[in-house]
């Protein structure tokens, strides 16, 4: 028999909180009183086990869904060619790729009550490019350190696979997306900032491709700001994508772009630079507050800078 209380239930980032009964309560006891004390007492316990199931087999429910809908960075084959994924030299394939229509947007702190960097507000056209759906994860960065040599980097005991990958600088983000250029013969490279605050709105001028408010459990982020079930990083893609069919441009891991960073806007967050003091990183962490993934959330590291909550995902040019 199902006990009467549970501390909390967790799988795949659905949380089922529960309640003790009140200290002044007197629980049920079976094993005295009367029969129909007994039958009491039964019943009332057997109806809270009922719904405790019935809120179970919701959340089993949502589960199923979530991975029905979890691509888990497998080939996806689709009627207009949006979604591609490139062959390396060995036969095998790289990141998966969506292409992102070109298009113009305000670029900044458009709501307003954002950091002074993250001004003046503009108007930003961009040409049309492909970015990796996920953010590149442990398993794909460590086959190309595998292929140069490279140390792989410190997944802080957390685990690999297709979690993203952590402890990485720009340098060393740079030299995957020049590795993967040469094993395919295309151009990949980071986003510029542009390029990435363009992506991560999906066509909408709100904090959050989904609206003003963080809401709950909509991404991962410090778990008393989003209400999130990940004390670490998550599995890419556990979350829903927005609208140009991304994940995790809220929060899980602060993304390099290619841009040098500004204290304000003058130009270089449009473009690639080849060295620069600081670097722009985009979209939050699994250890920061929901405030910090905006779209139009920016901070600056050094380009051989990068700790456990700094990632990175690539574009390809046409």
Not at 94 to 110: L, N
Not at 184 to 202: D, F, H, I, S, V
Not at 234 to 256: H, I
Not at 282 to 300: L, T, Y
Request: hydrophobic share 30%.
């Amino acid at each position: 028999m199902l006990k009467t209380t549970l501390s909390s239930l967790l799988v795949l980032g659905l949380t089922i909180q529960t309640v003790p009964a009140a200290e002044n309560q007197d629980p049920c006891n079976l094993n005295i009183g009367t029969s129909s004390d007994w039958m009491n007492c039964f019943n009332q316990q057997f109806k809270k086990q009922q719904a405790l199931i019935k809120e179970l087999q919701e959340k089993n429910r949502l589960l199923d869904e979530r991975i029905t809908g979890f691509h888990s960075l497998q080939e996806i084959t689709t009627d207009d060619g949006r979604y591609f994924r490139d062959r390396l030299r060995n036969g095998s394939k790289g990141p998966e790729m969506i292409w992102i229509p070109a298009g113009s947007f305000q670029m900044g702190d458009i709501q307003g009550g954002g950091d002074k960097d993250e001004k003046p507000v503009q108007q930003v056209k961009l040409e049309r490019f492909a970015m990796g759906r996920y953010e590149v994860s442990f398993a794909e960065y460590d086959r190309f350190a595998q292929a140069t040599s490279r140390n792989k980097p410190n997944d802080e005991g957390k685990g690999r696979e297709n979690r993203p990958v952590i402890n990485v600088s720009w340098e060393e983000a740079t030299a995957y997306t020049v590795w993967l250029s040469q094993e395919t013969e295309q151009k990949y490279r980071l986003p510029t900032e542009a390029e990435w605050e363009y992506a991560a709105r999906g066509g909408t001028e709100t904090k959050y491709w989904w609206g003003n408010e963080i809401g709950f459990n909509q991404a991962n982020c410090w778990n008393r700001s989003c209400g999130d079930s990940f004390d670490f990083t998550a599995t890419v893609g556990s979350f829903l994508p927005n609208q140009f069919s991304l994940y995790d441009t809220v929060g899980n891991v602060w993304e390099w772009t290619c841009s040098a960073y500004n204290k304000k806007y003058q130009g270089d967050e449009t473009k690639c630079a080849q060295t620069a003091t600081s670097f722009t990183l985009r979209g939050g962490s699994w250890d920061n507050s929901g405030w910090r993934a905006r779209a139009a959330s920016r901070i600056r590291t050094g380009a051989y800078g990068g700790n456990k909550s700094t990632g990175f995902r690539i574009v390809k040019l046409p």
